[in-house]
Structures are given as C-alpha cells and as structure tokens.
C-alpha cells in the first residue's frame, strides 16, 4: 500500500487547525488521538477516530480519511477493521461522529454521517454527504459540524 493512498497527516493538520481556531473563540475544545501509525513501534490500541470534538451539548467522533488515488471512502474506511468496531460502539453509545474525507488531486472535501458511513461498509448502499466542497471549505464545515447536531 502506498503511503500516499490514505496519508491523512495534511487533512489532519488542516482539520486540527480549524478546530482549535474555532474551540479559540467559542466553548468547547478538540482532543486529537495518537496516531497508532505514527508510534514508531510503541503497541497504541486502536483509536475509534482522529479527534473529539466537545462543544456545549454534544460531543462528537471525527476521522478524517484522505486519498491521493482518488478512492472512495468507504474503501479507505475497510482498511481499518480494528477502528470500524471502536467507532461502532461509539455509535451504540448513542453519540454522533463525521467522517472528513478528502480527494487531495480533485481538491474535493466532503463531510459524512458516520453511522451512514458503518452501515454502507456493512451491508452496500451509498453514504451521501452532508458537506461538500473543496479544502478551502474546511473552517465552513467545523462551523457547520458543530452547530448541526
């Protein structure tokens, strides 16, 4: 598998950066979660996404998943079995989670319901997003993903 297929660092970096921008100015605060691919052989347990995104209200589970082949997000989201059940419980626990996925060479960001996303892995159908746009829409869509719950 390439590296640059599902290399997530730069969607991740933005994403962060959005979001602490937002949390700077408004109550709330996001947690990002170690990066078990980047632990240089230090066993991390699966993470159940990239970050926790906590506001007044809610709090919500975000993975970010991007791709330079221009594959869809559904199969990026299968590489990782270990994360898909973490994040399902996630979802059984009756809390909500995005997926932040961008096509980096079409300049396409999208945003999912992360329980749309689960169940089109298990069993078909097509997840439409919520959000659509390109990388310059990133602090749009944080605004967007934390008043819309």
């Known amino acids: 598998m390439a590296k640059t297929r599902n290399d997530g660092t730069?969607?991740?970096?933005v994403f962060y950066a959005e979001a602490k921008g937002y949390c700077a100015k408004n109550p709330g605060?996001?947690?990002r979660f170690p990066d078990t691919k980047s632990a240089r052989g230090v066993f991390l347990q699966k993470q159940p996404g990239?970050?926790?995104?906590?506001?007044?209200?809610f709090a919500v589970l975000v993975e970010c998943k991007s791709t330079t082949t221009g594959e869809c997000l559904v199969n990026l989201?299968?590489?990782d079995r270990?994360?898909?059940g973490k994040h399902?419980?996630?979802?059984r626990a009756g809390h909500p989670?995005?997926?932040?996925?961008a096509d980096i060479l079409a300049d396409r960001l999208q945003v999912f319901d992360g329980s749309d996303v689960l169940?089109?892995?298990?069993?078909?159908g097509k997840a439409k997003p919520l959000l659509s746009g390109g990388m310059k829409d990133m602090k749009e869509f944080i605004v967007k993903i934390v008043t819309s719950l």
């Not at 730069?10 to 970096?13: R, T, V």
């Not at 399902?88 to 979802?91: D, I, M, N, P, V």
């Not at 989670?97 to 996925?101: A, E, G, P």
């Open 10 to 13: 730069k969607l991740q970096d």
């Open 29 to 31: 605060y996001c947690h």
């Open 50 to 57: 990239d970050y926790l995104l906590v506001v007044p209200g």
């Open 77 to 79: 989201a299968k590489e």
């Open 82 to 84: 270990g994360q898909l």
């Open 88 to 91: 399902s419980l996630w979802h």
């Open 97 to 101: 989670s995005r997926y932040v996925y």
């Open 119 to 124: 169940r089109e892995v298990r069993s078909g």
